[in-house]
């Protein structure tokens, strides 16, 4: 075992995280996470590791962007045909994990997988910097592919075919996390974190202590 990587630790003293002090819903107690988070002006505050496993069980992991979020769930957006788009229609679960360093917080949420309407797809792909847009065209993303000149070529051929009208492909959109459970995990000292489950019922949120 390499002495200077098994040395590294961090020892958490920041706040802590109680039942007395926890919101009764978890989307609510999201929201007053998610705010705190934005007002430390943390860097990409949204920045989420999205889990995904395929129907035979090998698990992927990368970071997406959170867009939106509701009591229906978590929004991110992306290619339908990626590596992820391909892997959750066959198997619509995942997995989001928040890392918050700068105040000690994770918040891991798992849940189900849906496609956002094409009317919210079409609202935020309209929304984004003409670049990204034509980006979403360019790009055949995770097929392999040449050389980076492929891209510059499909940049400059889609610029050319949509000129400032650029639409919005149909294999981009949004997908929505709809979520299960939501675990709300706060450093403490020594390795003592405090971690609240919020798993849902039919009528609620039920909160119960994990040990850490």
Same mark, same amino acid.
């Given at each position: 075992?390499?002495?200077?990587?098994?040395?590294?630790?961090?020892?958490?003293?920041?706040?802590?995280?109680?039942?007395?002090?926890?919101?009764?819903?978890?989307?609510?107690?999201?929201?007053?996470?998610?705010?705190?988070?934005?007002?430390?002006?943390?860097?990409?505050?949204?920045?989420?590791?999205?889990?995904?496993?395929?129907?035979? %069980?090998? $698990?992927?992991?990368?970071?997406?962007?959170?867009?939106?979020?509701?009591?229906?769930?978590?929004?991110?957006?992306?290619?339908? !045909?990626?590596?992820?788009?391909?892997?959750?229609?066959?198997? $619509?679960?995942?997995?989001?994990?928040?890392?918050?360093?700068?105040?000690?917080?994770?918040?891991?949420?798992? %849940?189900?997988?849906?496609?956002?309407?094409?009317?919210?797809?079409?609202?935020?792909?309209?929304?984004? $910097?003409?670049?990204?847009?034509?980006?979403?065209?360019?790009?055949?993303?995770? !097929?392999?592919?040449?050389?980076?000149?492929?891209?510059?070529?499909?940049?400059?051929?889609?610029?050319? !075919?949509?000129?400032?009208?650029?639409?919005?492909?149909?294999?981009? %959109? %949004?997908?929505?996390?709809?979520?299960?459970?939501?675990?709300?995990?706060?450093?403490?000292?020594?390795?003592?974190?405090?971690?609240?489950?919020?798993?849902?019922?039919?009528?609620?949120?039920?909160?119960?202590?994990?040990? $850490?």
């Amino acid at each position: 075992m390499k002495e200077e990587i098994a040395g590294i630790r961090q020892d958490y003293k920041l706040q802590s995280l109680s039942e007395a002090d926890a919101a009764a819903d978890a989307i609510q107690q999201f929201t007053k996470w998610w705010n705190e988070a934005v007002h430390s002006e943390i860097k990409e505050v949204n920045a989420m590791t999205l889990a995904t496993t395929t129907a035979n %069980g090998l $698990p992927a992991a990368r970071i997406v962007l959170l867009k939106d979020y509701d009591e229906r769930g978590f929004v991110f957006f992306t290619n339908y !045909q990626s590596h992820k788009g391909q892997v959750m229609a066959k198997n $619509p679960k995942a997995a989001l994990l928040f890392f918050w360093r700068e105040l000690e917080r994770q918040v891991r949420i798992e %849940g189900t997988v849906e496609k956002t309407s094409i009317q919210e797809s079409d609202e935020y792909f309209n929304s984004r $910097p003409a670049g990204s847009r034509l980006g979403a065209w360019a790009s055949p993303q995770s !097929q392999v592919i040449n050389s980076r000149e492929l891209l510059e070529m499909n940049i400059e051929k889609y610029s050319a !075919q949509f000129g400032g009208n650029i639409t919005r492909p149909p294999h981009w %959109g %949004g997908y929505r996390v709809i979520p299960s459970s939501i675990e709300f995990w706060q450093g403490r000292s020594s390795r003592l974190h405090d971690r609240l489950l919020y798993t849902r019922t039919e009528t609620r949120w039920k909160i119960e202590r994990l040990a $850490p």
